[in-house]
């Protein structure tokens, strides 16, 4: 299911003027996420960045419906919509669950591998700007070893939770890895999910030009680069069955994957590494890489 | 108006199987639950009646009470009719999803087994865990039999889902006293129920892709407090809905509860024993003994936490000549919690006001401690005492080791 920008609807349900900050990937995901799948679409959000970006009341960026809940419970609270859904008949609104890595990967990982484990019928995205944003870049469990964060003022020291694999563990039809450097990808996964019966999990890399300390018009080139070095990989696993995908295809020789430090170079949150700490980096990401070979070879 | 005659079959039901009954009848369309002592019975119940088909609902095995809430909160947002029921410490991690539940204006019912706290563990009845919801913007109904918890589960929806209220109510069953206690519990028909209880209306909203908005997102001083007074508002108008649904439940059943309070034999009386859910019964059992005495005593059995009956307490209890207000928990330093209600409902009264902290964590409360107390509080209007005191009853220091 290739998709081209030409075929992606020209109708905005995510409104442009929103008060997210400049060059935000989170508001860049959601536009991208309506294109995707247009207006039969139930949004659960919780506190997080795009609490703020929809719009304070009685003003909305979301020309869809918007549930706003606490902070630990979206992927119940969507489990909840489906249900409602299913019994009121109808079948054709997709259910999404709209997350930051911290609503995920931290306080919200209960509710979500609850809501896997049982297969509900929720399309679950988390946009991962890899910290505590909405609440001024404090380290979460999406955080990488090394980066600043106003609670890891010498860089944190442990490396980021692997909450696709978490998720993949949960043997759910579907779970696949996406950047907003990739548009069109991120869109084919998440048409393809919205097909499938049961849980489905996204997630998306959110470059952060505040957070990340980077200048707004670079979220795209670094969104790409986290691909291009492999930091961040991009696949599918779908009914167990794991691929890589776009760009990521070709990353499994090494030599085709450009230095970490060309991601980092650009990030002012990584300004604190030291050499040695880009060497772990590095490390971790072939390591991380040669894991994946052992998948791919199945 | 005509009373029908009582429609149904009688059955002996728990507590526990009459809320169950009571969400089966109302056609609850989404259960999200999890297991908790005393609750459990209420939620196996229902996955029997959902498994045999005898009831068509969703039901959500939740992985914890806050998902159960938050799974409420998803389903009757797009206008599913949503229950639940949990207990004590379920409560207590729910707490965050209740108020959300009432700030979002959702008619959500949930069965309460009221159990105390720990530590130390414990699993038996007593007010605490309920009482500590009455802020959150739910209605709190406690029930004095199982009767009146099969009968207030399919109140508590028709009250939630009145226009005039959109507010959640919480249905309460005293641990094991009712949940675990079997009586004979008329079930009505269906036929009946249905009459009473249509189809939940999509009015005023639900979340719907054909005509979108933004439910609960930022709002700055400029409109929360005015969101705020609406809730009040409500829950002010909730008490006149209360009152018409329990006249309206009699007329189809023949039963009725009195709406906010049930007033039993204060006409006349100058002591009046304030008791809310199963121990009522007991209090009841007490003024009959102390009238064959020459006692003038009448229970006022608080039905209704919130809204809270101010004009009743007023109407009633001012005209006493003691209260005597037997709670089950404990506000530290300030006695029962309903006590602080009552004293302050009561402000510029003159009836002495007399709390006792009692039944904590299971300890019984008898027909002879109602008798004693209220012996006690007549001893104190002879004394000539005035105003407000409370004290714990029936402490037994001697078993401790």
Known sequence: MVVTIKELPREELWLPGNPSCPGCPASLGLKLLTKALGKKIIVVIPACCSTIIQGPFPKTSAKFPLLNIAFECTAATAAGVAAGLEMKGKKDIAVIGWAGDGGTVDIGIQAISGAAERGDNVLYICYDNEAYMNTGIQRSGATPYGAWTTTTWTGKREHKKDMPGIMAAHKIPYVATASVGYPLDFVEKVRKAAQIKGFKYIHLLAPCPPGWRFPPEKTVEIG????????WPLYEVENGVFR????SKALLDKSKRKPVEEYVKLQGRFRGLKPEDLKKLQEYVDQMWEEIAKRVKG | MAVA??????????????AAWGAKLARVEVVAAYPITPQTTIIEKLAEFVEKGELKAKYIRVESEHSAMAACIGASAVGARAFTATSSHGLLLMHEMCWWAAGARLPIVMTIVARAIAPPWTIWNEHSDILDERDTGWLIMLAEDNQEVLDGVIQAFKIAEDERVLLPVMVNEDAFILSHTAMPVEIPDQEVVDEFLPPRSDKPYILDPDNPFTHGNLTYPDYYMEFRYLMERSMEAAKQVIAEVDEEYYRLT?????????????????????AAGSSAGDAKEAADRLREEGYKVGVFRIRFVRPWPHEEVREVLGRMKAVAVVDRSISFTKGGILFTDVTSSLYGSTPLVHGFVTGLGGRDITVNHFVDIVKKVYSEIEAGEKGAKWEFYNVKWEVLP
């Open chain 1, 224 to 231: 790409r680069l986290a691909v291009q070095t492999g930091m």
């Open chain 1, 244 to 247: 890589l995908t776009g760009p």
């Open chain 2, 5 to 18: 005659k009582a429609k149904g079959k009688v059955e002996v039901l728990t507590g526990n199987y009459a």
């Open chain 2, 254 to 274: 023949g039963r009725r509860y009195g709406g906010l309070v049930e007033k039993y034999r204060c006409e006349d009386a100058d002591v009046a024993i304030v």
